[in-house]
């Protein structure tokens, strides 16, 4: 791995012809020690956001023990790099194999389920070779709460409903001595509030079910910042959080959960892209909407732009950008702010691309490669650098 102070010096070393991405392992160590020494509880890494092995062993290495997965692959990647750390599997529809392989082989005792289905599914997967249940599992069930508060919604898909939800406690209560409830607000939830009408529906969930609740697990959707899209502190969430998992009706030594994917990634990554070629007020570049750009083209995600040559004087206009591949869909419209005089061979950087970001490249129409390079310098904006700090609250996290 190559090592610079920043973009442009990879750009003045290297006059790049594929993507490079850039990684900031201090920026995502920063966020991993903001979660473990502010979060009332644990934080689990969401894998999914950005499954990097570099990027895995800077989250252990700074607290975090704890990571969710959602696939066979996932599991065994985790395993394989953090052979020490715990693996919730909180996928609520898995393979029988996936179950199986993950219990037998790699000790995952943490499942999450939405379904009677999937609950006798975890059940006989588990099953030793006398046919014998496990008397290990730890069973959470996921339950679905609104996410009007989240830039993506993550509503529609997993979670049983309040009506469901009570009888699917009680039949799992039956299959494992630790039981809990997880949820998700969806992805880059805006308010804090997300979160007390979530653990609001737990709470009408557990109180008709009368169950004794050992874990409560509040998912991901802790934001991180983008243009347009400055949430407020973390610690907002954090102390809200724990306020209204303090009264709700469960066991006195109930742990407190929450899985944060883009919180603890988004920082970790740039992208440089070359421009290819100007037409107008639109720039051909080298990735797109099959690569690293997926959510600036399909959900019109906002990422921070700026343009690498010290030789663009004119001011800044608007501009789109077209990906590399021969598809009218590989279009991000922005708009992203860049020189007037931005032309074919200048390079740009994007930023904060650790989250759905850096995972999100295919090699579709060829265009998948990238070299990693980590550089030194401060991420495009930051959660967690002390710039956000408002007085009442303490926002900076010192890096060991
Ligand atoms: C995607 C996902 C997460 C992470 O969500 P973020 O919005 O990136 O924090 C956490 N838990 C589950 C179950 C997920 O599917």
């Known amino acids: 791995m190559q090592y610079f102070p920043d973009a442009k010096a990879v750009v003045r070393a290297l006059r790049p012809e594929e993507p490079v991405i850039l990684n900031r392992p201090h920026a995502a160590a920063r966020a991993a020690r903001f979660f473990v020494e502010k979060f009332p509880g644990k934080s689990l890494y969401a894998v999914k956001a950005n499954p990097s092995p570099e990027l895995l062993q800077i989250l252990w290495d700074n607290g975090v023990t704890h990571y969710d997965v ?22 609520p529809v898995k393979s029988p194999g996936a179950i199986r392989e993950a219990y037998h082989k790699h000790s995952v005792k943490t499942f999450s389920l939405d379904s009677v289905e999937e609950l006798e599914k975890i059940v006989d997967a588990c099953r030793d070779e006398d ?4 008397t290990d599992l730890r069973l959470c069930i996921r339950l679905r709460v609104s996410s009007e508060h989240a830039a993506l919604s993550l509503a529609a898909k997993f979670g049983c409903d309040l009506t469901e939800a009570p009888a699917l406690l009680q039949q799992t209560r039956q299959h494992c001595d ?13 308010s804090p509030f997300a979160y007390v009408q979530a653990i609001d529906r737990v709470r009408a969930a557990i109180a008709e079910a009368s169950v004794v609740i050992d874990m409560i697990d509040v998912g991901g959707g802790f934001p991180s910042v983008y243009p347009g899209m400055e949430p407020p502190p973390l610690e907002d969430y954090f102390k809200i959080i724990h306020q209204h998992f303090y009264a709700l009706p469960i066991a006195y030594n109930a742990e407190l959960w929450c899985e944060p994917g883009r919180a603890l990634s988004a920082e970790y990554s740039s992208l440089v892209v070359k421009v290819e070629k100007r037409r107008g007020e639109e720039l051909y570049i080298n990735d797109g909407a099959y690569g690293a750009l997926f959510d600036a083209a399909h959900v019109d995600w906002k990422f921070p732009v700026r343009a690498l040559e010290d030789d ?44 759905y970001g850096a995972a ?41």
Request: hydrophobic share 45%; proline share 6%; aromatic share 10%.
């Open 360 to 400: 999100m490249k295919t090699d579709f129409n060829g265009f998948g490669a990238a070299e990693r390079i980590i550089v030194q310098d401060e991420p495009m904006a930051s959660l967690y650098d002390g710039s956000r700090v408002r007085p009442e609250a303490d926002n900076v996290v010192s890096l060991r």
């Open 312 to 355: 663009l004087i004119k001011p800044e206009m608007d501009f789109a950008f077209y990906g590399p591949t021969c598809d009218d869909a590989d279009y991000m419209p922005g708009p992203f702010a860049l020189p007037e005089d931005i032309q074919a061979g200048d390079y740009i950087e994007i930023g904060m691309l650790g989250a």
């Open 178 to 190: 630790w039981l809990g409830v997880c949820f998700h607000v969806g992805s880059q939830a805006m």
């Open 131 to 134: 046919g014998n249940a496990a």
């Open 70 to 91: 959602a696939s066979i692959a996932e599991v065994r990647l985790v395993r394989t790099t953090l052979p020490q750390a715990t693996l919730c599997f909180m996928h």
